[in-house]
Protein backbone atom coordinates (compact mmCIF):
# COMPACT_ATOMS: atom_id res chain seq x y z
CA UNK A 1 0.00 0.00 0.00
CA UNK A 2 1.43 3.92 -0.53
CA UNK A 3 -0.03 6.79 1.00
CA UNK A 4 -0.09 10.04 -1.55
CA UNK A 5 -0.21 13.17 -0.32
CA UNK A 6 -0.60 16.30 -3.22
CA UNK A 7 0.87 20.06 -2.57
CA UNK A 8 1.25 23.29 -4.82
CA UNK A 9 -2.45 24.25 -5.43
CA UNK A 10 -3.55 27.67 -6.15
CA UNK A 11 -5.17 30.22 -8.40
CA UNK A 12 -3.43 31.79 -11.03
CA UNK A 13 -4.26 33.59 -14.17
CA UNK A 14 -4.12 32.45 -17.54
CA UNK A 15 -0.96 32.26 -18.95
CA UNK A 16 0.39 31.53 -15.23
CA UNK A 17 2.30 28.17 -14.41
CA UNK A 18 2.26 26.08 -10.97
CA UNK A 19 4.29 23.13 -9.65
CA UNK A 20 2.30 20.18 -7.96
CA UNK A 21 4.60 18.05 -5.93
CA UNK A 22 3.26 14.72 -4.81
CA UNK A 23 4.86 12.91 -2.18
CA UNK A 24 4.58 8.97 -1.09
CA UNK A 25 4.81 7.01 1.69
CA UNK A 26 4.41 3.34 2.48
CA UNK A 27 5.69 0.73 -0.12
CA UNK A 28 8.82 1.42 -2.24
CA UNK A 29 8.07 4.47 -4.00
CA UNK A 30 9.87 3.27 -7.33
CA UNK A 31 7.79 0.35 -7.55
CA UNK A 32 5.04 2.32 -9.30
CA UNK A 33 4.25 3.92 -12.56
CA UNK A 34 2.77 7.13 -11.50
CA UNK A 35 -0.18 8.83 -13.14
CA UNK A 36 -1.98 12.63 -12.47
CA UNK A 37 -5.74 12.97 -13.63
CA UNK A 38 -7.78 15.69 -12.56
CA UNK A 39 -11.83 16.06 -11.90
CA UNK A 40 -12.77 19.47 -13.75
CA UNK A 41 -16.53 20.70 -13.81
CA UNK A 42 -18.08 18.13 -16.06
CA UNK A 43 -15.10 15.58 -16.19
CA UNK A 44 -14.22 12.92 -13.80
CA UNK A 45 -10.90 11.17 -13.34
CA UNK A 46 -9.30 12.98 -16.75
CA UNK A 47 -5.98 11.26 -17.55
CA UNK A 48 -3.05 14.41 -17.54
CA UNK A 49 0.12 12.57 -17.58
CA UNK A 50 2.28 9.28 -16.53
CA UNK A 51 5.93 8.37 -15.76
CA UNK A 52 7.41 5.07 -15.53
CA UNK A 53 9.02 3.72 -12.58
CA UNK A 54 12.57 5.30 -12.97
CA UNK A 55 10.86 8.48 -14.98
CA UNK A 56 12.56 7.75 -18.28
CA UNK A 57 9.58 7.56 -20.05
CA UNK A 58 6.74 9.80 -19.91
CA UNK A 59 3.49 10.34 -21.50
CA UNK A 60 0.43 13.22 -21.62
CA UNK A 61 -2.88 14.13 -22.58
CA UNK A 62 -3.11 16.14 -25.79
CA UNK A 63 -4.87 19.24 -23.76
CA UNK A 64 -1.76 19.73 -22.32
CA UNK A 65 1.30 18.53 -24.26
CA UNK A 66 4.03 21.04 -24.60
CA UNK A 67 2.90 22.83 -21.49
CA UNK A 68 2.94 20.35 -18.81
CA UNK A 69 5.92 18.17 -17.58
CA UNK A 70 6.12 15.08 -15.13
CA UNK A 71 8.95 14.24 -13.33
CA UNK A 72 9.72 12.16 -10.55
CA UNK A 73 12.40 12.13 -7.73
CA UNK A 74 12.55 8.39 -6.20
CA UNK A 75 15.36 9.36 -3.58
CA UNK A 76 12.62 11.82 -2.36
CA UNK A 77 9.76 10.11 -2.62
CA UNK A 78 8.20 12.97 -4.99
CA UNK A 79 6.72 12.98 -8.60
CA UNK A 80 5.84 16.67 -9.48
CA UNK A 81 3.79 18.53 -12.80
CA UNK A 82 5.23 21.34 -13.78
CA UNK A 83 2.68 23.37 -15.14
CA UNK A 84 2.91 26.24 -17.75
CA UNK A 85 0.61 28.39 -20.16
CA UNK A 86 -2.30 27.75 -17.96
CA UNK A 87 -5.59 27.90 -19.56
CA UNK A 88 -9.27 28.20 -17.57
CA UNK A 89 -9.79 24.76 -18.65
CA UNK A 90 -7.55 23.66 -17.00
CA UNK A 91 -9.38 24.55 -13.26
CA UNK A 92 -9.55 21.25 -11.96
CA UNK A 93 -8.74 19.32 -9.04
CA UNK A 94 -5.55 17.48 -9.76
CA UNK A 95 -4.69 13.91 -8.42
CA UNK A 96 -2.20 12.12 -8.24
CA UNK A 97 -2.06 8.33 -8.18
CA UNK A 98 -1.11 4.80 -8.52
CA UNK A 99 -0.71 1.88 -10.09
CA UNK A 100 -1.17 3.70 -13.66
CA UNK A 101 -2.01 0.90 -15.70
CA UNK A 102 -3.59 2.87 -19.10
CA UNK A 103 -5.61 6.34 -18.95
CA UNK A 104 -8.81 4.74 -18.84
CA UNK A 105 -8.11 1.75 -15.90
CA UNK A 106 -8.83 3.60 -12.52
CA UNK A 107 -5.31 3.54 -10.11
CA UNK A 108 -5.69 1.91 -6.70
CA UNK A 109 -4.31 4.78 -4.72
CA UNK A 110 -4.86 8.36 -4.68
CA UNK A 111 -4.07 11.34 -3.06
CA UNK A 112 -6.28 13.51 -1.66
CA UNK A 113 -6.35 16.11 -4.61
CA UNK A 114 -5.05 19.58 -4.68
CA UNK A 115 -6.95 22.40 -6.66
CA UNK A 116 -6.15 24.17 -9.32
CA UNK A 117 -7.82 27.63 -10.51
CA UNK A 118 -7.11 29.67 -13.45
CA UNK A 119 -8.72 32.78 -14.33
CA UNK A 120 -9.05 34.39 -17.76
Known amino acids: QVHLVEFGGGSVQAGGSLRLSCRAS????????LGWFRQGPGIDDEFVAT????????DYADSVKGRFTISRDNAKNTMYLEMHSLKPEDTAVYYC?????????????WGQGTQVTVSS
Open 97 to 109: AAPFVDSASPPTY
Open 26 to 33: GRTFSDYV
Open 51 to 58: ISKDGSNT
